[in-house]
């Protein structure tokens, strides 16, 4: 048996996991993932910030959110690929084994206002396919019984508990949509539905009366300012 062994303990006949702390006690466990029901969802949060980690803290919401049962999407906005990252990601990898979470990338390739050869008018289209696309998800969501548990094979159109709107705060900074159209969203929300926006530099202030969570990820120091590029299994 391997230190990791004793560690993490052993799965018995029905699936379960105990973590052996060495005491003798078990305190941390892990269950098969069944559907379930949030009984404390419907806040809307906000990241933003000039560090890294604002997708990355929704992304670790939205697992821990399908961890427990609940259904949840993430729709990226600006998020097309560009040279220098890989068409498939990590998080993409992940997701797709994990019961109950399902992605969609909807933005142009290459980034907006970069001059990287991108026409900004398509990157513009994108953006507003993307709210549309969210405006669709929250229709059909309104029209499901959030208190009831949602199979996690579905598609989302059946049905979620957490819709995560990846660099939308990016779209209304870069003006490719208007803080009247994240305002909208929101106020088209079922009322059991957590609504995770992340992205920008700047502070969304037209959202401080209408998020209950608005956390600003701040940079001390990047390793791009180092010369490092954008690294797999950290940046992608």
């Not at 949060?45 to 980690?53: C, L, S």
């Not at 029209?143 to 579905?154: H, I, V």
């Amino acid at each position: 048996m391997t230190d990791r062994d004793e560690y993490t303990g052993t799965a018995d006949e029905d699936g379960d996991t105990d973590a052996d702390t060495g005491d003798g006690e078990s305190r941390l466990t892990a269950h098969p993932i069944e559907p379930s029901v949030p009984e404390e969802f419907g806040l809307v949060q906000a990241w933003w910030g000039d560090g890294k980690g604002k997708t990355t803290a929704a992304l670790g919401m939205a697992f821990r959110a399908a961890g427990h049962g609940y259904r949840v999407h993430v729709l990226q906005f600006l998020k097309g690929g560009t040279e220098s990252v890989e068409d498939v990601r990590g998080e993409y990898n992940a997701m797709a084994m994990v019961p109950g979470i399902s992605y969609e990338n909807t933005g142009h390739y290459g980034w907006y206002g970069f001059l990287d050869g991108t026409a900004d008018n398509e990157h513009e289209a994108k953006a507003r396919g993307a709210l549309a696309r969210g405006q669709e998800l929250l229709e059909s969501t309104r029209e499901t019984d959030l208190r009831e548990p949602l199979p996690l094979d579905g598609p989302p159109e059946d049905g979620i508990h957490m819709l995560v709107l990846d660099e939308i705060l990016y779209a209304v900074d870069r003006e490719l949509l208007s803080p009247d159209d994240v305002l909208g969203l929101i106020e088209d929300k079922p009322e059991n539905l957590e609504l995770i926006c992340t992205g920008s530099h700047s502070r969304p202030d037209y959202l401080s009366e209408h998020a209950e969570l608005i956390s600003q990820v701040k940079k001390e120091k990047h390793p791009l300012e180092g010369g490092y590029p954008a690294r797999k299994g950290t940046e992608f």
